[in-house]
Protein backbone atom coordinates (compact mmCIF):
# COMPACT_ATOMS: atom_id res chain seq x y z
CA UNK A 1 0.00 0.00 0.00
CA UNK A 2 1.38 3.26 -0.75
CA UNK A 3 2.35 5.61 2.15
CA UNK A 4 0.16 8.45 1.37
CA UNK A 5 -2.17 6.10 1.48
CA UNK A 6 -1.82 4.51 4.62
CA UNK A 7 -1.06 8.03 6.32
CA UNK A 8 -4.48 9.19 5.00
CA UNK A 9 -6.20 6.23 6.35
CA UNK A 10 -5.13 6.41 9.71
CA UNK A 11 -6.34 9.82 9.71
CA UNK A 12 -3.04 12.06 9.13
CA UNK A 13 -5.07 14.46 7.07
CA UNK A 14 -6.12 14.71 3.37
CA UNK A 15 -3.91 13.43 0.61
CA UNK A 16 -2.64 17.21 0.07
CA UNK A 17 -2.52 17.46 3.94
CA UNK A 18 -0.17 13.87 4.04
CA UNK A 19 2.03 15.38 1.30
CA UNK A 20 2.90 18.44 2.84
CA UNK A 21 3.79 16.05 5.90
CA UNK A 22 5.52 13.49 3.85
CA UNK A 23 7.90 16.94 2.61
CA UNK A 24 8.18 18.20 5.93
CA UNK A 25 10.53 15.29 6.74
CA UNK A 26 8.69 13.92 9.66
CA UNK A 27 7.80 10.36 8.03
CA UNK A 28 10.43 7.62 8.59
CA UNK A 29 9.92 4.06 7.29
CA UNK A 30 12.09 1.59 8.67
CA UNK A 31 14.63 4.19 10.28
CA UNK A 32 14.82 5.99 6.79
CA UNK A 33 13.24 9.11 6.15
CA UNK A 34 10.51 9.09 3.69
CA UNK A 35 9.37 12.13 1.35
CA UNK A 36 7.77 10.22 -1.37
CA UNK A 37 3.86 9.73 -1.20
CA UNK A 38 4.02 6.69 -3.92
CA UNK A 39 6.59 4.45 -1.93
CA UNK A 40 5.13 1.03 -0.83
CA UNK A 41 4.76 -0.19 2.92
CA UNK A 42 3.51 -3.73 3.83
CA UNK A 43 1.27 -2.03 6.74
CA UNK A 44 1.59 -5.56 8.93
CA UNK A 45 5.77 -5.69 8.27
CA UNK A 46 7.22 -2.14 7.98
CA UNK A 47 8.00 0.17 10.66
CA UNK A 48 6.33 3.77 10.33
CA UNK A 49 6.96 7.01 12.35
CA UNK A 50 5.36 10.41 12.45
CA UNK A 51 7.00 12.94 14.15
CA UNK A 52 8.88 10.47 16.30
CA UNK A 53 5.82 8.46 17.08
CA UNK A 54 4.90 5.01 15.70
CA UNK A 55 1.72 4.47 13.85
CA UNK A 56 -0.05 1.35 14.64
CA UNK A 57 -1.53 0.04 11.53
CA UNK A 58 -4.82 -1.81 12.57
CA UNK A 59 -4.61 -5.01 12.30
CA UNK A 60 -8.61 -6.13 11.51
CA UNK A 61 -11.36 -4.61 9.78
CA UNK A 62 -15.07 -4.99 9.71
CA UNK A 63 -17.03 -4.64 6.23
CA UNK A 64 -20.70 -4.62 6.22
CA UNK A 65 -21.99 -5.23 2.76
CA UNK A 66 -25.34 -5.38 0.60
CA UNK A 67 -24.34 -8.54 -2.04
CA UNK A 68 -25.87 -8.34 -5.52
CA UNK A 69 -27.06 -11.07 -7.21
CA UNK A 70 -24.66 -12.77 -9.94
CA UNK A 71 -21.44 -12.10 -7.41
CA UNK A 72 -19.84 -15.32 -5.64
CA UNK A 73 -19.46 -15.51 -1.71
CA UNK A 74 -15.64 -16.37 -2.07
CA UNK A 75 -12.32 -14.77 -2.48
CA UNK A 76 -11.70 -15.89 -5.62
CA UNK A 77 -13.42 -17.60 -8.00
CA UNK A 78 -12.49 -18.56 -11.36
CA UNK A 79 -15.37 -17.69 -13.78
CA UNK A 80 -17.17 -15.04 -11.47
CA UNK A 81 -17.16 -12.19 -9.84
CA UNK A 82 -16.60 -12.02 -5.99
CA UNK A 83 -17.74 -10.59 -3.01
CA UNK A 84 -14.18 -9.82 -2.43
CA UNK A 85 -13.59 -7.96 -6.26
CA UNK A 86 -15.92 -5.58 -5.18
CA UNK A 87 -13.84 -3.85 -2.77
CA UNK A 88 -11.32 -1.27 -3.10
CA UNK A 89 -7.81 -1.94 -3.24
CA UNK A 90 -7.53 -0.43 0.28
CA UNK A 91 -9.61 -2.78 1.66
CA UNK A 92 -8.60 -5.83 0.07
CA UNK A 93 -4.98 -5.15 1.25
CA UNK A 94 -6.55 -7.08 4.45
CA UNK A 95 -7.37 -10.21 2.71
CA UNK A 96 -10.57 -10.04 4.05
CA UNK A 97 -13.18 -13.30 3.79
CA UNK A 98 -16.68 -13.15 3.49
CA UNK A 99 -18.21 -14.31 6.92
CA UNK A 100 -20.42 -17.68 5.62
CA UNK A 101 -22.00 -17.66 2.32
CA UNK A 102 -25.00 -16.11 0.08
CA UNK A 103 -25.74 -18.51 -2.65
CA UNK A 104 -24.93 -16.57 -6.07
CA UNK A 105 -28.59 -15.31 -6.51
CA UNK A 106 -29.11 -14.20 -2.57
CA UNK A 107 -28.81 -10.85 -1.79
CA UNK A 108 -28.15 -8.71 0.89
CA UNK A 109 -26.08 -8.69 4.62
CA UNK A 110 -22.89 -10.59 3.82
CA UNK A 111 -20.14 -9.42 6.72
CA UNK A 112 -16.84 -9.53 5.56
CA UNK A 113 -13.50 -9.67 7.62
CA UNK A 114 -10.13 -10.58 8.38
CA UNK A 115 -10.98 -11.42 11.95
CA UNK A 116 -10.99 -15.46 11.87
CA UNK A 117 -11.61 -15.82 15.30
CA UNK A 118 -14.60 -13.88 14.84
CA UNK A 119 -15.75 -15.41 11.98
CA UNK A 120 -15.52 -18.76 13.53
CA UNK A 121 -17.52 -17.44 16.22
CA UNK A 122 -20.82 -16.05 14.06
CA UNK A 123 -20.51 -19.45 12.14
CA UNK A 124 -19.81 -21.94 14.83
CA UNK A 125 -23.14 -24.24 15.12
CA UNK A 126 -22.60 -24.36 18.81
CA UNK A 127 -23.47 -20.31 18.74
CA UNK A 128 -26.49 -20.82 17.26
CA UNK A 129 -26.23 -16.97 16.24
CA UNK A 130 -29.67 -15.90 14.24
CA UNK A 131 -29.78 -15.34 10.92
CA UNK A 132 -32.97 -13.55 9.23
CA UNK A 133 -34.18 -13.50 5.52
CA UNK A 134 -36.63 -11.81 3.61
CA UNK A 135 -37.87 -14.06 0.92
CA UNK A 136 -40.62 -13.93 -2.24
CA UNK A 137 -42.12 -17.62 -2.34
CA UNK A 138 -44.01 -19.41 -5.07
CA UNK A 139 -47.52 -20.35 -3.37
CA UNK A 140 -49.51 -20.01 -0.66
CA UNK A 141 -47.23 -19.65 2.90
CA UNK A 142 -49.54 -21.10 5.86
CA UNK A 143 -49.85 -20.82 9.61
CA UNK A 144 -49.25 -24.63 8.91
CA UNK A 145 -45.68 -24.29 7.42
CA UNK A 146 -45.44 -21.31 10.01
CA UNK A 147 -46.07 -24.45 12.56
CA UNK A 148 -44.00 -27.09 10.35
CA UNK A 149 -40.54 -24.83 10.88
CA UNK A 150 -41.25 -24.27 14.31
CA UNK A 151 -40.53 -27.69 15.06
CA UNK A 152 -38.01 -28.12 12.51
CA UNK A 153 -38.52 -29.77 8.70
CA UNK A 154 -36.81 -32.62 7.33
CA UNK A 155 -34.36 -31.68 4.08
CA UNK A 156 -34.65 -33.59 1.18
CA UNK A 157 -30.79 -34.89 2.53
CA UNK A 158 -33.00 -36.30 5.87
CA UNK A 159 -31.46 -33.73 7.32
CA UNK A 160 -34.06 -32.23 10.48
CA UNK A 161 -33.56 -28.63 11.32
CA UNK A 162 -32.97 -26.93 14.43
CA UNK A 163 -36.27 -24.68 14.65
CA UNK A 164 -36.84 -21.51 12.13
CA UNK A 165 -39.13 -19.00 13.49
CA UNK A 166 -41.06 -18.02 10.29
CA UNK A 167 -43.09 -15.01 10.02
CA UNK A 168 -45.94 -14.15 6.88
CA UNK A 169 -45.89 -10.93 5.62
CA UNK A 170 -48.51 -11.54 2.90
CA UNK A 171 -49.53 -14.96 1.84
CA UNK A 172 -50.98 -15.16 -2.18
CA UNK A 173 -49.63 -17.25 -4.94
CA UNK A 174 -46.84 -15.42 -4.34
CA UNK A 175 -46.25 -14.97 -0.57
CA UNK A 176 -43.79 -12.88 1.50
CA UNK A 177 -42.08 -13.67 4.58
CA UNK A 178 -39.20 -13.46 6.84
CA UNK A 179 -37.23 -16.16 8.20
CA UNK A 180 -35.02 -16.74 11.40
CA UNK A 181 -33.08 -19.58 11.59
CA UNK A 182 -29.77 -20.78 13.49
CA UNK A 183 -27.52 -22.41 11.29
CA UNK A 184 -26.30 -22.76 7.91
CA UNK A 185 -26.65 -25.14 5.76
CA UNK A 186 -26.15 -25.54 2.30
CA UNK A 187 -29.37 -23.66 0.60
CA UNK A 188 -30.83 -23.86 3.74
CA UNK A 189 -34.05 -21.78 3.55
CA UNK A 190 -34.80 -22.71 -0.08
CA UNK A 191 -34.83 -26.67 0.87
CA UNK A 192 -36.53 -25.55 4.01
CA UNK A 193 -39.57 -24.03 1.52
CA UNK A 194 -38.62 -27.17 -1.01
CA UNK A 195 -39.48 -29.29 2.62
CA UNK A 196 -43.29 -27.88 2.17
CA UNK A 197 -43.44 -28.25 -1.30
CA UNK A 198 -42.77 -23.95 -2.02
CA UNK A 199 -40.40 -22.46 -4.06
CA UNK A 200 -38.38 -18.99 -2.78
CA UNK A 201 -37.86 -17.02 -5.86
CA UNK A 202 -36.22 -13.79 -4.16
CA UNK A 203 -33.64 -14.30 -1.53
CA UNK A 204 -32.08 -11.26 0.62
CA UNK A 205 -30.65 -11.77 4.34
CA UNK A 206 -31.50 -8.76 5.91
CA UNK A 207 -30.17 -9.52 9.75
CA UNK A 208 -27.05 -11.94 11.18
CA UNK A 209 -26.57 -12.00 15.03
CA UNK A 210 -27.29 -8.47 16.09
CA UNK A 211 -26.66 -6.64 12.95
CA UNK A 212 -29.12 -5.05 10.67
CA UNK A 213 -28.58 -4.47 6.96
CA UNK A 214 -28.06 -1.37 6.35
CA UNK A 215 -30.65 0.62 3.93
CA UNK A 216 -28.15 3.24 3.00
CA UNK A 217 -26.09 1.01 1.08
CA UNK A 218 -27.01 0.24 -2.54
CA UNK A 219 -26.58 -3.36 -3.80
CA UNK A 220 -22.51 -4.37 -4.23
CA UNK A 221 -22.21 -1.19 -1.99
CA UNK A 222 -20.28 -1.72 1.66
CA UNK A 223 -19.19 0.32 4.41
CA UNK A 224 -16.97 -0.40 7.47
CA UNK A 225 -18.93 -1.48 10.51
CA UNK A 226 -18.87 0.92 13.57
CA UNK A 227 -17.01 -0.05 17.12
CA UNK A 228 -20.39 -0.05 18.53
CA UNK A 229 -21.38 -3.03 16.00
CA UNK A 230 -18.17 -4.52 16.34
CA UNK A 231 -18.58 -4.61 20.25
CA UNK A 232 -21.84 -6.07 19.65
CA UNK A 233 -20.94 -9.09 17.58
CA UNK A 234 -17.92 -9.41 19.40
CA UNK A 235 -19.90 -9.65 23.11
CA UNK A 236 -23.18 -11.30 22.17
N1 LIG B 1 -30.39 -20.09 2.51
C1 LIG B 1 -30.36 -20.26 1.18
O1 LIG B 1 -31.07 -21.08 0.64
N2 LIG B 1 -29.53 -19.50 0.47
C2 LIG B 1 -28.73 -18.56 1.02
O2 LIG B 1 -28.00 -17.87 0.29
C3 LIG B 1 -28.79 -18.37 2.41
C4 LIG B 1 -29.62 -19.15 3.15
Known amino acids: MRIDKLLANMG ?19 GTGCKDGKQHVNPSQDEV ?7 VYREFIYLLMNKPQGVISATEDLRDETVIDLLEPDHRVFNPFPVGRLDKDTEGL ?12 LLSPKKHVPKTYYAEVKGVVTEEDVEAFSEGVTLDDGYHTKPGDLVILSSGE ?14 QVKRMFESVGKKVVYLQRIKMGPILLDENLELGEYRELSQEEIDQLKNR
Open 12 to 30: YGSRKEVKSLLKSGNVVVN
Open 110 to 121: LIITNDGQLSHQ
Open 174 to 187: MSEIELTITEGKFH
Open 49 to 55: FVHGEKV
